[in-house]
């Protein structure tokens, strides 16, 4: 007999419990897995996405972008935008998270539309009962945007008349009017070369078969609608721009809506001037207290917080997040290993001080003397400069938390621990 | 901690990885691994263990670059981070998104070469204990016997007892 089946208590049983509850909370876990598990609370930010999908349906060669911070569910949205496109019939949705598709430190103009020139041609491939001319076609248009966007090997003819090839001509050679040189291979480097630096190359070498594309794509669906994910990455707003700007205008003059995860700097400072260029800024705010919690708790329950978790422990947690939606998982998760390795049947008070202090030391670790003055100016004054480059990146690492904008915060967990230390 | 003794906490670290989680080991040094094979290594195989290592803070652009392609970090195995104090910064202020997902999962080691003072140790084999209601010599002579099941916490257990010569 096993060890474990002769233990008292239900051993194995807790065990289960606690894995069942731990599979439900993983803060790490793609979107699209949770959304089809159904643990995702869809009404969280009012149907952002509703709105989002709802306009690049109505006006095509619209562009929004999605901001918000780091963990607040700007992928989630993005994949419910995606999802209820598709299910109107007529538009085709095409989610792209561009870091999975090449590094983006070498990204540049024309990697947005390589990328996607490359799955709309796929797409349209994998179409049941396409015509042999019609594959064709593609295939010929698929096989240009694949050069642009990787590259090409070609074969190059050196003449032996050339000073530079280095090669002698021998004259006792019996066959004169053999062709004097020999044939080597160049390689063009293309838009989607993770990792080596991208080449600038001029977008109009992609317009036409993207062009012909969209003609042929546009005979089965009435719209296109592309979805960029990752660009969020690029965490200053002048990164985001020299990667986004030409791809940008293309995709309007071409009638393709876009829609894209954007960095949070983009709202502030030099970066406003970017976000004037789009016809919609939507602002992921991070979920406040009062009724903003009990959406929280929301999301507790929808992946069955509750089997665990007390209702004041789940309020705890939901307040020591600060509304970051990656923190609450986290929190959530942490407690649960805490509340298992320690032997408790479920989570405890104790449990969630412990986890709720080790995320605060983890946002304090790093800061400078100044950066926690301003925090602790910020808690005491409620002042806070948003448009000073070290505030910026304060957002931008989570530190301080945007609820309006004119409401910032220090993350609830960072200013427990900030509390306890001198200052 | 010491060089000298954050290489030995290293190696301490991943044998007791490899037996608690009865996985290979794996340690990428941030300095001097190729970064653009990185992303292919982690993927080769994808489900053992990782521990990504720096002993001197890497700089910002490899920080940034590793944020980007946080996506080509996702696999199946647990991914570690052994870092000096030096890097935390570094990693909070252009590796930000990495850090969400490390969430509150920092810890420091401490210069004894493990996490674990020895009143935590016995702390936790006395909860151990407690739970299974067994004691240290029953676990050692089942493990001796073969009869020890393989699961995580016995694992520890003999871990902690400094028996993982028996796991």
């Not at chain 1, 007529?90 to 990204?107: A, F, H, R």
């Not at chain 1, 001319?133 to 694949?146: E, M, P, T, V, W």
């Not at chain 1, 919609?280 to 929280?296: D, E, N, T, W």
Request: hydrophobic share 40%; charged share 25%.
């Amino acid at each position: 007999m096993a060890l474990s089946q002769s233990l008292p208590g239900g051993q194995v049983q807790r065990r289960d419990k606690f894995r069942k509850y731990m599979r439900a909370f993983n803060p790490t876990a793609r979107a699209q897995d949770v959304i089809e598990a159904g643990l995702v609370f869809e009404d969280l930010h009012r149907s952002v996405y509703l709105n989002l999908a709802g306009r690049a349906d109505l006006e095509p060669g619209s562009q929004q972008l999605l901001v918000g911070g780091i963990g607040s569910g700007k992928t989630t949205e993005l994949v419910l935008a995606s999802r209820w496109l598709r299910e109107q019939g007529n538009v085709l949705p095409l989610y792209i998270d561009i870091t999975s598709e090449t590094d983006l430190s070498g990204l540049n103009s024309g990697s947005l539309l390589a990328s996607f020139g490359i799955h709309l041609a796929i797409r349209l491939l994998e179409s049941p009962g396409l015509p042999k001319d019609s594959a064709d076609r593609l295939n010929a248009l698929y096989g240009k945007i694949k050069e642009y966007a990787y590259g090409k090997v070609e074969s190059v003819w050196v003449s032996y008349d050339d000073e530079d090839s280095g090669q002698e001509y021998d004259d006792r050679d019996d066959y004169d009017d053999a062709p004097r040189g020999h044939y080597t291979t160049r390689t063009i480097p293309g838009k989607l070369q993770p990792p080596l630096p991208a080449l600038l190359r001029d977008v109009r070498g992609i317009r036409e078969p993207l062009e012909r594309l969209l003609t042929a794509a546009r005979e089965v669906h009435k719209d296109i609608v592309v979805i960029f994910d990752g660009l969020d990455r690029l965490l200053a707003a002048d990164k985001f721009s020299a990667v986004a700007y030409q791809d940008f205008r293309l995709f309007r003059s071409l009638d393709v809506s876009v829609l894209a995860a954007a960095p949070i700097s983009i709202l502030y400072g030099a970066g406003r001037s970017i976000s004037e260029q789009f016809d919609r800024v939507q602002h992921l705010a991070v979920i406040a207290g009062g009724h903003g919690r009990g959406f929280l708790q929301s999301v507790l329950s929808k992946r069955g917080g509750y089997e665990l978790l007390s209702p004041t422990e789940a309020d705890s947690i939901c307040e020591y997040s600060g509304g970051v939606l990656r923190d609450l998982i986290s929190l959530a998760r942490d407690a649960a290993e805490e509340a298992y390795v320690s032997g408790h049947a479920s989570i405890t008070p104790s449990d969630v001080d412990k986890v709720v202090r080790q995320l605060g030391t983890s946002y304090l670790r790093g800061l400078g003397p100044t950066a926690v003055q301003t925090l602790r100016d910020l808690e005491k004054s409620k002042s806070f400069q948003v448009d000073m480059p070290t505030n910026i990146e304060l957002l931008v690492t989570r530190r301080v938390l945007e609820y309006t904008s004119t409401d910032f915060r220090v993350h609830p967990a960072l200013l427990s621990v900030l509390s306890k230390t001198k200052g | 901690m010491p060089l000298q003794d954050s290489e030995k906490a290293l190696n301490n670290l991943r044998t007791d990885l490899s037996s608690l989680l009865q996985k290979p080991t794996r340690v990428f040094n941030l300095q001097d691994h190729p970064f653009e094979q990185l992303g292919e290594s982690l993927h080769q195989p994808g489900d053992d263990v990782v521990i990504l290592a720096a002993t001197v803070d890497p700089g910002s652009a490899l920080w940034s670059s590793l944020d980007l392609i946080r996506s080509a970090l996702e696999r199946k195995g647990p991914i570690i981070f052994w870092l000096s104090a030096d890097c935390v910064p570094s990693l909070s202020e252009h590796a930000p998104n990495i850090r969400s997902f490390i969430g509150g999962g920092i810890f420091a080691a401490g210069p004894d070469g493990g996490m674990m003072t020895e009143e935590d140790r016995q702390s936790r084999l006395q909860q151990l204990a407690e739970h299974y209601q067994l004691t240290n010599d029953e676990i050692v002579s089942r493990a001796l016997s073969g009869t020890l099941p393989s699961e995580p916490h016995f694992i520890e257990w003999l871990v902690l007892l400094g028996r993982g010569d028996l796991v």
